[in-house]
């Protein structure tokens, strides 16, 4: 969790002491720290949560807790979860705007869009409410004048994904440098959908 947090700053996908990751363990999940340094992070600063809002360990949970307690809840298939201030995301989430089917590549989010979640205070039940519900069927999303949201089966695959999310903001923010980017309709975003399903699978090596 330390190597994959200290990723998120060195990729420029977050700054400082903002942003935050979780990762689903037997008794609840990990949680980094609130308003620490993740450079000077050491694995007894990580925060053991459970489900019912306590946790263990010597230092205070992040002040996103709830998002992160929620999305795990609700969406057994999720591993881990991963917050930023990503530059590109915050962006778009500023003026909420989510992010429409102007590249295929949206859909390794997990649908034919990415959606920005209504605002509401940060740490707030509000806001894990909305993150919830623009997670729907998804794997992420904006949040209103915030950041950005990615779920992953593991640590590895969600930053990976938030990685590309952010790409895809820089991507389509450029674009509307130029005027309105053209979108791909339902039906190839579909397609695209069933192709990614099997997509990078290597067949068994024989002998």
């Given at each position: 969790?330390?190597?994959?947090?200290?990723?998120?700053?060195?990729?420029?996908?977050?700054?400082?002491?903002?942003?935050?990751?979780?990762?689903?363990?037997?008794?609840?999940?990990l949680l980094t720290p609130t308003g620490?340094?993740?450079?000077?992070?050491?694995?007894?600063?990580?925060?053991?949560?459970?489900?019912?809002?306590?946790?263990?360990?010597?230092?205070?949970?992040?002040?996103?807790?709830?998002?992160?307690?929620?999305?795990?809840?609700?969406?057994?298939?999720?591993?881990?979860?991963?917050?930023?201030?990503?530059?590109?995301?915050?962006?778009?989430?500023?003026?909420?705007?989510?992010?429409?089917?102007?590249?295929?590549?949206?859909?390794?989010?997990?649908?034919?869009?990415?959606?920005?979640?209504?605002?509401?205070?940060?740490?707030?039940?509000?806001?894990?409410?909305?993150?919830?519900?623009?997670?729907?069927?998804?794997?992420?999303?904006?949040?209103?004048?915030?950041?950005?949201?990615?779920?992953?089966?593991?640590?590895?695959?969600?930053?990976?994904?938030?990685?590309?999310?952010?790409?895809?903001?820089?991507?389509?923010?450029?674009?509307?440098?130029?005027?309105?980017?053209?979108?791909?309709?339902?039906?190839?975003?579909?397609?695209?959908?069933?192709?990614?399903?099997?997509?990078?699978?290597?067949?068994?090596?024989?002998?």
């Amino acid at each position: 969790m330390i190597t994959t947090a200290r990723r998120m700053n060195t990729s420029g996908l977050n700054q400082g002491t903002s942003g935050n990751l979780s990762q689903r363990v037997e008794d609840g999940f990990l949680l980094t720290p609130t308003g620490m340094d993740y450079d000077a992070l050491v694995p007894e600063d990580i925060v053991l949560m459970r489900f019912d809002g306590s946790h263990e360990g010597r230092r205070a949970p992040s002040s996103e807790w709830r998002f992160h307690r929620d999305i795990l809840a609700r969406r057994p298939e999720v591993g881990a979860v991963l917050h930023a201030h990503s530059m590109f995301c915050t962006t778009l989430a500023c003026l909420r705007r989510g992010i429409p089917s102007f590249h295929y590549m949206v859909t390794t989010a997990g649908g034919a869009d990415i959606r920005c979640a209504p605002y509401a205070t940060f740490g707030t039940e509000e806001l894990s409410h909305h993150a919830v519900e623009a997670l729907e069927g998804r794997k992420a999303c904006l949040l209103a004048n915030h950041g950005m949201l990615a779920l992953g089966k593991d640590l590895a695959g969600v930053f990976k994904l938030a990685v590309e999310v952010e790409t895809l903001a820089a991507m389509y923010w450029r674009a509307l440098q130029v005027g309105e980017p053209v979108l791909l309709d339902a039906e190839e975003m579909g397609r695209v959908i069933e192709k990614f399903k099997t997509y990078g699978q290597q067949p068994a090596l024989k002998g």
